[in-house]
């Protein structure tokens, strides 16, 4: 608590307390340079000062990933001079640049970096795009830069408004985060000028030689389809239906992605071989009783690249990148990294997702099939593996919505993400948001439900003898 209130103070004073820079003008430009080896290029330009106690020696950064993009060329310099770059002794995925003389207090510089993205080579996995499409996601590909090293210290955080232009070329359909300004055209080439602003911190860019067909998916819902051949709009209006059934799932558990509603895009990948570098979940067999390779990826809060090369998509399959949309990207950190049972919290918002795609039968099956991966009765052992562990993680919100209704979790839910939207939270924040809907000691029930070996006979009951199952998942208040 200590911490969290220095953290606010500081961040709210006007005054340096420690060592830092703000960033006080940004523009990014993406050009695409089609061929037979088409090409990537981003450049970023940064005009930067000295807001804090002392002088600097060196920028940390964060730069896109080699794992996931192969780089042709890479540069960085500083007011024109090449500077040289080398991995963060601390954190080895970071960038260290260091300056060639000192960077005094008040004192501005130009920072220019540079990058060049190319196919990986046959039998290299990573980052794909085609001669006439390709899409940057919502992380991994920008530049990143981050806080000065220290106590107190500031940095990295972008201006309240910023630049990006996409220059693509004509023909190409075009979108990207932030707002569009205007576009120009210089000869066969188009560039999108486009606004962003704070909510805009990740920009994304989705572009290519596409058919767009505009869908009204009614409740408001635009749905734009961006396919790479002219598709029957008919056909897709049933998975474009099942799409809403999502997102108004999604809506009611964790609350809007936006104030008013906005539209959602469905694109066909660039190529499929590298559109999907997301891995299998170890919650995956949860899911679905044949785990196979991803079919969908999330380029940004409202754009899902699918696989269109077996007919119409399976959005099913896309459940875990449209719960992604609602709780990714920063928004909430801790959806992605916590222990048991929230650890499995992911993999619970898939499923609201797939049950509303595929209907009520598939959240019966799915208990079903967690239920067969933990042990009965005097089997159950006290010291449970991973896997066991993971299934139960995972049932616990199945039984904490069963318990206290549905609507009362959708609210407790709702309630802890929007307190603790972009600061992560854990399992006290969890129990906290519970225990204010509920008036109960929510606590003693994870404490029942984790601790013990095994379900609770009852539970299980409910869900394995067929007979004796109730429809009891649109329960609204406790008995």
């Known amino acids: 608590m200590f911490l969290t209130t220095v953290s606010f103070w500081v961040s709210s004073c006007a005054v340096a307390l420690g060592p830092g820079y703000a960033i006080e003008s940004q523009e990014i430009r993406v050009q695409f340079v089609a061929g037979s080896d088409p090409r990537i290029r981003v450049d970023a330009d940064y005009q930067l000062r000295n807001i804090g106690t002392k002088p600097l020696s060196a920028l940390e950064l964060r730069l896109p990933g080699r794992r996931s ?7 960085a310099t500083w007011d024109g001079a090449a500077l040289a770059e080398e991995s963060s002794p601390l954190l080895p995925r970071n ?14 510089h130009a920072l220019h970096l540079s990058a060049e993205f190319q196919n990986p080579k046959a039998g290299e996995t990573g980052f794909r795009f085609a001669s006439d499409a390709f899409f940057l996601p919502s992380e991994g590909w920008a530049p990143e830069l981050l806080p000065s090293q220290g106590l107190f210290s500031t ?3 972008p201006p309240k408004q910023w630049r990006m232009q996409v220059r693509v070329p004509e023909g190409f359909l075009v979108h990207t985060s932030g707002r569009a300004s205007k576009a120009s055209r210089s000869g066969r080439e188009i560039t999108l000028h486009s606004l962003q602003r704070a909510e805009d911190r990740y920009p994304f ?3 290519g030689r596409y058919k767009e067909t505009a869908l009204d998916a009614g409740n408001g819902t635009k749905v734009f389809l961006w396919t790479r051949a002219q598709e029957n709009s008919a056909s897709f209006h ?3 239906e099942a799409l809403v059934r999502a997102v108004q799932e999604y809506d009611a558990a964790f609350g809007t992605r936006s104030a008013k509603a906005e539209p959602f895009w469905i694109v066909e990948c ?3 071989a590298g559109c999907f570098n997301s891995q299998e979940s170890a919650y995956a067999n949860l899911l679905n009783a044949e785990p196979g390779a991803a079919s969908s990826e999330l380029a940004s809060l409202d754009t899902l690249l699918i696989d269109f090369t077996g007919g119409q998509p399976k959005l099913a399959a ?3 990148a449209l719960a992604a949309s609602w709780l990714g990207y920063g928004r909430n950190p801790g959806f992605y990294e916590q222990q048991p049972p929230l650890s499995a919290l992911p993999a619970f918002a898939s499923a609201l997702g797939q049950e509303a795609i595929e209907g009520p039968a598939s959240r019966t099956e799915t208990i079903r099939r967690a239920l067969r991966m933990i042990p009965k009765g005097d089997v159950a052992r006290k ?3 991973p896997a066991v562990l993971r299934a139960k993680s995972f049932l616990f919100f199945y039984a904490l919505q069963e318990r206290y209704g549905r609507e009362t979790f959708r609210r407790a839910i709702r309630h802890m993400l929007s307190a603790r939207q972009g600061s992560g939270f854990d399992l006290d924040d969890f129990i906290a948001a519970f225990e204010e809907e509920t008036h109960q000691n929510i606590a003693e029930f994870i404490r029942l439900w984790m601790k013990r070996p095994g379900v609770p006979d009852d539970f299980r009951a409910r869900y394995e003898n067929v007979s004796a199952f109730t429809a009891i998942t649109s329960k609204e208040t406790m008995p």
Request: aromatic share 6%; glycine share 6%.
């Open 69 to 75: 993009f192969k780089l042709a060329t890479a540069q």
């Open 95 to 108: 960038t260290v640049l260091s300056l060639p003389q000192r960077w005094n207090v008040s004192d501005r």
């Open 155 to 157: 940095g990295g955080a």
């Open 205 to 207: 860019v989705v572009t």
């Open 238 to 240: 049933e998975p474009v």
């Open 270 to 272: 660039p190529v499929v």
């Open 318 to 320: 896309a459940a875990p």
């Open 383 to 385: 010291q449970e593996d």
